[in-house]
C-alpha cells in the first residue's frame, strides 16, 4: 500500500489527466488518506493545472483546510469568470483565526483587476499593514500593478512615492500605469529617473511606452526609445521590433519600418502582420501582398485571421477585387481560418469600392452572421458613390429605422437627400441627430 501511495503521490506531482486525477482522488477517499491536510493539499495544488473550478470545489469538500489550502483556492478563483468571490474565502481565512501572508494578499490583489475593484483594492492594502505585513518589493509592485488596471493613479503614485527600495520592475510597473492611461509625459519623466538611478528598463517597460507612442503618433519619443534600444545593445526581439514598426507605420515612415523588419532576427506573426497592415494603408498594397505571399513560404510562421485582414484590406486599397476574392477562399480552404464579421466586412467594402454593388449585396445575404452597422456603411456609401441611390436611401433610411446610432448611416442618407435637392429631408435627419445626440466623428468624410 505504501509503494501504491507513493506512486500515486509522485503522479499527482507531475500533470495528470483528468481521469487519472478522478481515479487517485478516488483512492485517497477510500483509503482514508484525504483526511490528512498534507495530501489533501498536494491533490490540491495539482488539480489547478487541470481547471481552477476543480480546485475550487475540491477545496469546499476539505474538512481541515489550512493557509495553503486558502491559498490555492484564492489563486484558482482569481483565474475564473468570478473573481471577486475569491474575497469571501478571505473573509473565511480570519473566521477561522488564520492570519494571511504575503501571498495571499497578492493572489487577491490579482482578483482586481478593474475599476469596480478599486475599494477592494485599498482595503486590501489596509489589511496587509494592519496584519503587521510589511510592504516587500514583491508585495509593493503587485499593489502597484493592481492601482494601475483600477485606474487608480493617485494611490499608485503615492505608494511608489514612498517605497523605501525600487526594483526595474516596480519603476516599470508605475511607468507603465501611467502609459496605459494615456500620460506619457508623466511616464517619460519617470522613465529619465529611472534610468538616472541607474536601472535599465524591462522590455514591457520599453514596449508599454512604444505602444502608447504607435497609438498617439509620437514619432519624436518613438525614435527616441528606438535609439536607447540601439545604443544599449538590446536585442530587437520579437515584441520591441513589432513595436517600432506599428510606430514608423502608423507615422507614414514605412521605409523605416521595413528597415525595422528586415534588422529582426526572429519574426512571429504578429511582426508580419504589422508590417503587412502598415503597407497596406501607406498606399502600398501591393507591396503588402507581396510581403504576404514571402510569409507563406516560412515554415515557422503560419497566417492567422488577422493576417488575411491585412491582406483584404490591401486588396481593398488597390482595387485587386479577383486577388481579395481568392484570399477569402484561401483562408478557410488551406488553412482553416473561417471568416469573421470583420473578413466579410472587408469583402463587402472590397465589393463595394469597386462597383460591385449587386455581389457586395449577395455576400450579405449569404454571410452566416448577422452584418454589423460597419458593413451596412459600406454597402450605403458604395450604393451612393456608385449611382445606386434609391437603393442607399432605402438601405439607410432602414438602417436608421433599426435604431443604429453609427452616424455614417446618418451622414450618408443625409447626403443623398442633399444631392437630389430635398432639403427638408436633409433638415430632418439632422435634427434627429442632435435629437439622438449623434456627432459626425471628425475627419471621416461624408463618404465614411
Aim: aromatic share 10%; with cysteine; glycine share 8%.
Amino acid at each position: 500500500m505504501a509503494t501504491l501511495n507513493s506512486l500515486l503521490f509522485r503522479l499527482t506531482s507531475s500533470y495528470p489527466t483528468l481521469h487519472q486525477f478522478d481515479q487517485i482522488h478516488a483512492h485517497y477517499i477510500t483509503s482514508g488518506l484525504l483526511r490528512s491536510t498534507f495530501v489533501a493539499n498536494h491533490l490540491l495544488k495539482s488539480s489547478t493545472f487541470l481547471s481552477p473550478d476543480l480546485t475550487v470545489v475540491l477545496f469546499s469538500q476539505l474538512d481541515y483546510p489550512d493557509l495553503f489550502s486558502y491559498n490555492i483556492a484564492i489563486k484558482s478563483l482569481s483565474q475564473t469568470s468570478h473573481p471577486l468571490k475569491s474575497f469571501a474565502l478571505y473573509l473565511s481565512l480570519l473566521l477561522r483565526g488564520f492570519h494571511p501572508n504575503e501571498y495571499t494578499f497578492c493572489f487577491l490583489l490579482d482578483c482586481c483587476s478593474n475599476s469596480l475593484a478599486h475599494l477592494h483594492c485599498r482595503q486590501l492594502h489596509a489589511h496587509l499593514i494592519k496584519h503587521g505585513l510589511n510592504l516587500t518589493l514583491f508585495s509593493s509592485t503587485a499593489l502597484l500593478h493592481t492601482y494601475g488596471s483600477c485606474g487608480s493613479l493617485h494611490d499608485a503614485y503615492q505608494l511608489f512615492d514612498e517605497m523605501p527600495m525600487r526594483s526595474n520592475v516596480s519603476w516599470g510597473a508605475m511607468i507603465n500605469n501611467f502609459v496605459a492611461h494615456g500620460e506619457l509625459l508623466r511616464g517619460l519623466k519617470l522613465f529619465a529617473l529611472m534610468f538616472r538611478s541607474g536601472l535599465s528598463p524591462t522590455n514591457a517597460t520599453l514596449v508599454g511606452i512604444l505602444c502608447l507612442c504607435a497609438k498617439q503618433g509620437e514619432l519624436d519619443i518613438g525614435r527616441a526609445m528606438h535609439g536607447y534600444i540601439v545604443a544599449s545593445g538590446l536585442e530587437l526581439n520579437m515584441i520591441l521590433g513589432t513595436s517600432l514598426i506599428d510606430i514608423y507605420s502608423n507615422c507614414g515612415l514605412i521605409g523605416t519600418a521595413m528597415e525595422v523588419f528586415a534588422s529582426m532576427p526572429v519574426k512571429n506573426v504578429a511582426s508580419w502582420n504589422c508590417l503587412i497592415f502598415g503597407l497596406a494603408k501607406n498606399g502600398y498594397g501591393v507591396k503588402a501582398l507581396e510581403l504576404f505571399e514571402q510569409m507563406k513560404q516560412e515554415l515557422k510562421v503560419r497566417p492567422n485571421g488577422v493576417t488575411f485582414l491585412g491582406v483584404l484590406h490591401a486588396c481593398t486599397h488597390t482595387g485587386l477585387v479577383e486577388n481579395g476574392v481568392q484570399y477569402f477562399i484561401q483562408m478557410s480552404r488551406d488553412y482553416g481560418i473561417m471568416p469573421s464579421l470583420k473578413h466579410y466586412g472587408c469583402i463587402v467594402d472590397l465589393y463595394g469600392k469597386a462597383g460591385k454593388v449587386k455581389e457586395a449585396m449577395e455576400v450579405i445575404r449569404t454571410m452566416p452572421m448577422n452584418p454589423d452597422n460597419v458593413i451596412w456603411v459600406a454597402l450605403f456609401s458604395a450604393c451612393r458613390t456608385h449611382g445606386y441611390r434609391e437603393l442607399g436611401e432605402f438601405m439607410s433610411a432602414s438602417f436608421i429605422k433599426l435604431g443604429a446610432d453609427d452616424s455614417c448611416g446618418y451622414i450618408l442618407l443625409s447626403d443623398a437627400y442633399a444631392i437630389r435637392k430635398r432639403f427638408d429631408d436633409v433638415i430632418y435627419v439632422r435634427r434627429m441627430m442632435r435629437e439622438m445626440d449623434i456627432k459626425k466623428v471628425p475627419g471621416f468624410s461624408s463618404t465614411c
